[in-house]
């Protein structure tokens, strides 16, 4: 069964500082991985998406893929009050198939003023 | 404009009814998916669907049924509320494997 594993937080920053948020996945198989944020009683929200190993960044954030070590990070510079909110790593199905994403439970990230 | 829009957005009913949350996605996208989302947070795949096939996790018990009247939709109906069935339900679409774009969600509370 696949899995995806992220250490729930909550994960404390202070504003302006760099946020690091990891996630490790079982399926080997898999082509694409995604970070969706999520603020409370929303929907999940599309951050970052990265499908081959190495960096990808957009604007503050910048998503890390290592298929080797099965390996997802997420980090974001000059984190602000507004970034507060659950940070939630997703992968895709094996083979790019029909099946839908299989979630972490998600790291829920506080940014102090 | 609303990309992938639910209806309703709350849905409160008695244990042992039939319901339905209705779905529709205006992005152009081939697969369609329905996620519930338990009172811990967690978010789950139930349904995944295109013209060619249907997915199902194996873990969703059978009262729950995906309906498609055509690629732009991708209605739930489930039978014989029960308690547990309290979640929050996500309708999402997505081309290929490319990202998943997610409805607003529809909160369904049981008494």
């Known amino acids: 069964q696949k899995e995806v594993e992220q250490n729930s937080g909550p994960l404390s920053v202070p504003e302006g500082a760099i946020a690091s948020l990891n996630c490790t996945y079982s399926?080997?198989?898999?082509?694409?991985f995604f970070w969706y944020r999520q603020y409370s009683g929303k929907s999940p929200e599309l951050i970052m998406s990265?499908?081959?190993?190495g960096d990808k960044e957009d604007g503050r954030f910048t998503a890390q893929l290592n298929k080797a070590s099965q390996y997802v990070s997420l980090l974001i510079r000059d984190s602000q009050p507004s970034d507060s909110a659950t940070y939630l790593c997703?992968?895709?199905?094996?083979?790019?198939?029909?099946?839908?994403?299989?979630f972490g439970k998600g790291t829920h990230l506080i940014i102090q003023p | 404009d609303t990309a992938v829009s639910q209806t309703p957005k709350y849905l409160v009913t008695q244990m042992g009814n039939d319901k339905s949350i209705k779905c529709e996605q205006n992005?152009?996208?081939?697969?369609m998916y329905w996620y519930k989302q338990d009172s811990k947070k967690f978010l789950k795949i139930m349904f995944s669907?295109?013209?060619?096939?249907?997915?199902i996790n194996e873990t969703v018990p059978n009262r729950f049924s995906p309906k498609s009247p055509d690629k732009a939709h991708l209605n739930l109906h489930i039978n014989s509320l029960e308690l547990g069935d309290s979640a929050v339900y996500f309708c999402a679409s997505s081309k290929g494997n490319q990202p998943q774009h997610f409805g607003d969600g529809t909160r369904l509370s049981i008494l």
């Open positions: 997703a992968q895709g199905p094996s083979g790019g198939g029909a099946d839908g994403l299989t």
């Open positions: 399926d080997r198989g898999s082509q694409s």
């Open positions: 992005l152009g996208h081939d697969t």
């Open positions: 990265i499908y081959s190993n």
């Open positions: 669907y295109n013209n060619k096939e249907l997915i």
